[in-house]
């Protein structure tokens, strides 16, 4: 596609409940990384893959983060037990080379845990 | 470790003026690279502006320059002739050769331009 799309842009989740967040890349991007914005805040890494293989998930705040990207296109962030902590602005990136710089951010799933 | 400081949490600035918003930053990689997004409230990073830490001369993009000061660790995103469009929140980051192709980010600065 001609950007990177997330799904949902929206949820509500019941604390305790899992959760699965969708990235869509743009075709033929290299890299993808996940990062979780708190209000008010700036992007915190969270992982980050090169083709299917996740290189780093040095940013994922606890073992119920967990991410995939099976054929290295779509990735996949999962929350397991879900916590009000977890609230935040999901974000994906996705590049087309692994040095390069031009990030493609797309807009977003917004987690809420009530 | 890497470490990027914004110090503005929130500006005004007249429409069609000019404003300076101030990144710092800290690393010990030799080879870097320092990014400015922007964030409207729609929540999508817009790119803005790319400086490599070897670059000679300090970027321009249209309306925006970044002042790149190496020896004082500073990047600041200078707008030229404010819109209102400009208003969203505006954050600074960088990445390093040896700390992985993520992004740092700084927490940003809320830019809110007055007509």
């Known amino acids: 596609g001609a950007g990177v799309s997330q799904s949902p842009r929206y949820k509500v989740a019941k604390r305790g409940q899992d959760v699965a967040l969708r990235c869509d890349p743009i075709?033929?991007?290299?890299?993808l990384f996940w990062y979780q914005q708190a209000l008010g805040q700036g992007p915190e890494f969270l992982t980050y893959?090169?083709?299917?293989?996740?290189?780093?998930k040095s940013g994922l705040p606890s073992d119920r983060f967990f991410a995939e990207r099976p054929e290295g296109s779509v990735s996949t962030l999962k929350i397991q037990r879900t916590q009000q902590e977890d609230s935040a602005v999901y974000l994906c990136?996705?590049?087309?080379?692994?040095?390069?710089?031009?990030?493609?951010f797309g807009s977003g799933t917004r987690l809420t845990v009530v | 470790a890497q470490k990027i400081t914004q110090t503005q949490p929130g500006m005004f600035v007249q429409e069609k003026e000019a404003v300076t918003l101030d990144c710092t930053y800290d690393?010990?990689?030799?080879?870097?690279?320092l990014f400015w997004y922007k964030q409207p409230s729609s929540g999508e990073m817009i790119f803005l502006i790319y400086?490599?830490?070897?670059?000679?001369q300090n970027a321009t993009e249209g309306r925006y320059s970044l002042n790149f000061q190496k020896a004082r660790k500073s990047a600041n995103l200078v707008i030229s002739a404010s819109q209102l469009g400009d208003s969203a929140m505006y954050f600074c980051?960088?990445?390093?050769?040896?700390?992985?192709?993520?992004?740092?980010f700084g927490g940003g600065t809320r830019l809110m331009v007055k007509p």
């Open positions: 990136a996705s590049t087309r080379s692994v040095q390069g710089y031009g990030y493609t």
């Open positions: 075709s033929g991007h290299v890299s």
């Open positions: 893959f090169q083709n299917e293989a996740q290189l780093d």
């Open positions: 690393t010990s990689d030799p080879s870097y690279g």
């Open positions: 400086q490599g830490s070897y670059d000679q």
């Open positions: 980051a960088m990445r390093g050769v040896r700390a992985g192709n993520m992004l740092t």
